[in-house]
């Protein structure tokens, strides 16, 4: 049923016409941007997002496959390891019980001073000899982003729960003897 | 909707404004017990502050998603029993997940504040971030598919669909922490798990979880009233429009 008042309007169905045309434009617009928003994220999840890191030891097992690809390694840095010179961050990380050396050189976050806190390293394999707490490496890690990836494990400033920052049993089995903490 | 005398049209009774107040004196109280009463981390210091505003945000989209879920299917079974029949759940299920879109929103932002000081960056495209920005995508685009000019059942029910299509990746997100490996760390709160939060922290974040819920529904509430005003609204120009053609034919004759 047709409800445009007739006297004011000349051609009320033309302009109903355009009324819903101008709006199915913007809606159409919108849902394009939607759409294209949602097959982005779809097509960033699926690059990146079932593996976003290899730990430790499955990144040293793959090595040979992995060559000079850059790739993320996660692991627990070593606090004793770490060592600062000229915009250059070397320490290492450990994950079951496999360790990595690792050459950082950007500005590492704030939190990776905390003892034993995981990071996620950006980087890639580099062939030579790195000394490292299981013995002599063949290779490095060089990284040059780091992300610190924090659990979800929250304890008050307040309490003394240093011994707690790490899993219990983290280090129990392995068959070197890892640099105690510092703190 | 309610009226009081000498206004016309309210999306307040005396019951949601006690409410709103309640919502008010709750989110002061969260206020004080998340920024002042509760402890920094030991590790993140200040920074674990912003848990008590994200960690309850995305409870609270799960849950009015959820609400906007049941009343799809709800609207769903009984809109075919009856031609006109189930508008209130459409309503319900609107003003749901716009209030879910808006957590989603807060999580997101809160959640990128606090990776920028944790992780040392804004954005990372791993399993749960990606999954979550999807869900805000999906959600943003049933409010948008809510303003396609239709008439109201056939819109209802389009809408249905997609909030029922769109609910599958609530799950996904919850347990993509533990499905993938991803930059965020596992959830804070989940049903069978000990959570690994010490005393006054666990308590401050129950406690804004109820505070958030109860400004949620308050919102819900509001919204869905507001949707009834503008379903009136329409309702009575399309009266003024067929009386001024009864006039109009009225005066032809």
């Known amino acids: 049923m047709d409800l445009s008042p007739r006297h004011e309007v000349e051609n009320p169905g033309e302009l109903r016409r355009k009324v819903h045309r101008n709006r199915r434009w913007a809606v159409l617009a919108a849902t394009v941007v939607l759409v294209a928003a949602a097959a982005f994220i779809t097509a960033q999840g699926l690059r990146n997002a079932t593996l976003f890191f290899r730990n430790v030891d499955e990144a040293v097992e793959q090595r040979p496959e992995l060559g000079d690809r850059r790739f993320r390694i996660q692991g627990r840095v070593i606090p004793s390891t770490v060592r ?14 496999v360790v990595a050396s690792v050459r950082h050189t950007a500005d590492p976050p704030e939190l990776f001073a905390s003892p034993w806190i995981p990071v996620v390293l950006e980087g890639e394999w580099i062939s030579g000899q790195a000394q490292t707490a299981a013995g002599i490496d063949t290779h490095y890690f060089q990284s ?3 992300l610190v990836k924090h659990t979800n494990e929250y304890a008050s400033v307040n309490e003394q729960r240093v011994s707690e920052k790490l899993p219990r049993g983290f280090l129990n089995d392995c068959p070197f003897e890892v640099p105690a903490a510092e703190s | 909707m309610a009226q009081m005398p000498g206004t016309k049209h ?24 998340g920024l002042v009463v509760s402890p920094a981390d030991v590790v993140q210091g200040q920074a674990v502050r912003m848990l008590y505003l994200h960690v ?3 409870w609270i989209a799960y849950g009015a998603f959820v609400l906007t879920s049941l009343s799809s299917a709800l609207f769903l079974i009984r809109s075919r029993r009856r031609h006109d029949g189930g508008r209130h759940y459409d309503r319900l299920a609107g003003s749901a997940a716009e209030v879910g879109v808006v957590f989603t929103g807060i999580t997101l932002a809160t959640g990128m504040l606090w990776g920028r000081v944790t992780w040392g960056t804004y954005w990372q495209w791993d399993a749960r971030l990606t999954t979550t920005v999807l869900l805000f995508v999906t959600y943003l685009g ?9 008439a109201p059942m056939t819109r209802g029910r389009r809408t249905a669909v997609m909030a029922l299509v769109s609910f599958v990746n609530v799950p996904i997100v919850h347990y993509s922490v533990d499905w993938w490996r991803t930059l965020h ?14 005393g006054e922290m666990y308590w401050t974040l129950l406690y804004s979880t109820l505070a958030v819920t ?39 004759a």
């Open chain 2, 56 to 58: 309850p945000s995305i």
């Open chain 2, 10 to 33: 309210m999306t307040a009774t005396p019951a949601t404004r006690v409410l709103g107040a309640v919502a008010l004196v709750a989110v002061l109280l969260m206020v004080l017990l």
């Open chain 1, 84 to 97: 600062s010179e000229s915009g250059v961050t070397t320490f290492q990380i450990i994950h079951d019980c």
């Open chain 2, 185 to 198: 760390q596992k959830a804070s709160l989940s049903v069978g798990r000990r959570p690994e939060i010490t």
């Open chain 2, 142 to 150: 049933y409010l948008a598919l809510r303003r396609l000019p239709a």
């Open chain 1, 144 to 146: 040059d982003r780091m």
């Open chain 2, 214 to 252: 109860i400004v949620a529904s308050w919102l819900i509430v509001h919204r869905y009233r507001v949707i009834r005003l503008e379903e009136l609204r329409d309702e009575e120009a399309l009266e003024a429009l067929i009386a001024s053609r009864l006039k109009e034919d009225d005066v032809q």
